[in-house]
T-cell receptor
Framework: GENVEQHPSTLSVQEGDSAVIKCTYS??????FPWYKQELGKGPQLIID?????GEKKDQRIAVTLNKTAKHFSLHITETQPEDSAVYFC????????????FGTGTSLTVIP | GAGVSQTPSNKVTEKGKYVELRCDPI?????LYWYRQSLGQGPEFLIYFQGTGAADDSGLPNDRFFAVRPEGSVSTLKIQRTERGDSAVYLC??????????????FGPGTRLTVL
């Protein structure tokens, strides 16, 4: 099956700085890559996603880039705020395999005021 | 509109007991998923329903785990003879089933299961 690796596992940034989280995947057939934010005691919340026919997608302070050749995708958060502090998960899915998501191991982001 | 809801939010049980965890998906979502999340890890797939049937149960760890979705909406995850290693957060997600593209999954808050 698909294997998704994520790094770093922890990340601390000063408020206002940018944060970048990177993921790699193993199955070249994967075609959908969502990013989730999980706050303590809550379920994962979708923050942005990208499909394999697109190289970059942006939504306000959040952007995701996808490099299909290298099989990696990244989350970029600009102008970070304390409320961005949470655990972020990347995921990938392979079509026609039940639509299950394969998740990375998470990045704990701390934004220091 | 209402999101995915799960009950109970917390469940503490003793080793060997039987537990049921409930998931109410977003109205109109035909696909429903169960995942398990251990401390410090990402969610791991357990089972996927399309309508009333389990389309993929390859993630269920053993035959102590079973899930149903009799009317194509609410789903119940059932765990028999619980073990301490079953302690985790059990997440439910739902999505619209779109034949031509991969679906976005929306997660509930999870049920934290603790087996003593």
């Amino acid at each position: 099956g698909e294997n998704v690796e994520q790094h770093p596992s922890t990340l601390s940034v000063q408020e206002g700085d940018s944060a970048v989280i990177k993921c790699t995947y193993s199955d070249s057939a994967s075609n959908y890559f969502p990013w989730y934010k999980q706050e303590l005691g809550k379920g994962p919340q979708l923050i942005i996603d990208i499909r394999s026919n697109v190289g970059e997608k942006k939504d306000q302070r959040i952007a995701v880039t996808l490099n299909k050749t290298a099989k990696h995708f990244s989350l970029h958060i600009t102008e970070t705020q304390p409320e961005d502090s949470a655990v972020y998960f990347c995921a990938a899915t392979v079509p026609n395999t039940g639509n299950q998501f394969y998740f990375g191991t998470g990045t704990s982001l701390t934004v220091i005021p | 509109g209402a999101g995915v809801s799960q009950t109970p939010s917390n469940k503490v049980t003793e080793k060997g007991k039987y537990v049921e965890l409930r998931c109410d998906p977003i109205s109109g979502h035909t696909a429903l998923y169960w995942y398990r999340q251990s401390l410090g890890q990402g969610p791991e797939f357990l089972i996927y329903f399309q309508g009333t049937g389990a389309a993929d149960d390859s993630g269920l760890p053993n035959d102590r785990f079973f899930a149903v979705r009799p009317e194509g909406s609410v789903s119940t995850l059932k765990i028999q003879r619980t073990e301490r290693g079953d302690s985790a957060v059990y997440l439910c997600a739902s999505s619209l089933f779109q034949r031509t593209s991969t679906d976005t999954q929306y997660f509930g808050p999870g049920t934290r299961l603790t087996v003593l």
